[in-house]
């Protein structure tokens, strides 16, 4: 499913030219399709170059994560290596829960900043009022009341035929279950059946993004013995220095990312109790 959020957003911003991507990003004159150096094994969600000359990237968040400071200074040194150009940087928040992430890199030897728009926190009256459909359905996500967008929405899929009806009402059920509420769009809508798969827009986006976790996964399968092995090194040392852990601590360790094993193991001498310890993941 997180998938077909990614690509949900993707196709909004690739169809959109209404007031929602001017306010991010101003006037855009087009979207690049550049893919960063695979021995970073990464791939940025949007990069737009606008008509002030600037490129500007765009990465769509829906939860709270603790490395994305280092990956966005991830993604601006291999655009500057590979563009050999200034990129402006907006990470674009979009989860339910507060918004928990800092909007910068800082270590001793270098501070890289980017902006953080936190969707959920905007008024979205003006892009209710849009002309531009994908503002409306922008709208979902701020804290402009869910009713009222829905029947807005409803009411202009209404009017829609064809491969547009299709597309926004695809688009606008993935962004439903984004806050809970896929099926009881589906309920309200007069074609409830929606194959993404089979969607002109989403299904190539999602086929592509599919492609790419398989070329990742062979790198993925290797890392993954490693990682395991730091993870069970980690759980020994904690238990070394607290005792046996209790059920909580051995899950949060179990679901803990690479990143937090990291964090975790530079931390594990400096606080002299467990919750303090863990409770750095975000």
Known sequence: MPQNFDVTFKALFLRSSGIFVRQLCGEIVGWQNVEQPTVTNRRADLLARCVDGFLRHIEIQLYNEAAIPFRMAEYYVGFFRLLN????????????????????????????????????????????????W???????????????????????????????????????????GILGIEEDLRSRINNPMIDVMQNKVLGPLVREQIEAGHKASLEMGRQEGRQEGFRSLFRQLVEQRFGPLPAWAADCIAAG?????????????????LELLLRSKI
């Open 134 to 176: 994908t503002d409306n359905e922008w709208a979902l996500l701020t804290k402009t009341d869910p009713e009222r967008v829905i029947r807005v929405v409803l009411e202009k899929l209404d009017r829609m035929n064809g491969e547009e009806r299709q597309d926004a009402t695809a688009t606008f059920l993935l962004l439903g």
């Open 257 to 273: 990312s690479a990143e937090n094993i990291k964090e975790w193991s530079l931390a594990l001498y400096d606080t002299n109790s």
């Open 85 to 132: 150009e200034h990129v402006i940087q907006i990470l674009l928040y979009v989860g339910r829960e507060p918004l928990r992430m800092p909007s910068v890199f800082l270590t001793p030897a270098m501070r890289h900043e980017y902006r953080i728009v936190n969707l959920r926190e905007m008024d979205g009256e003006e892009l209710l009022a849009s002309d531009d």
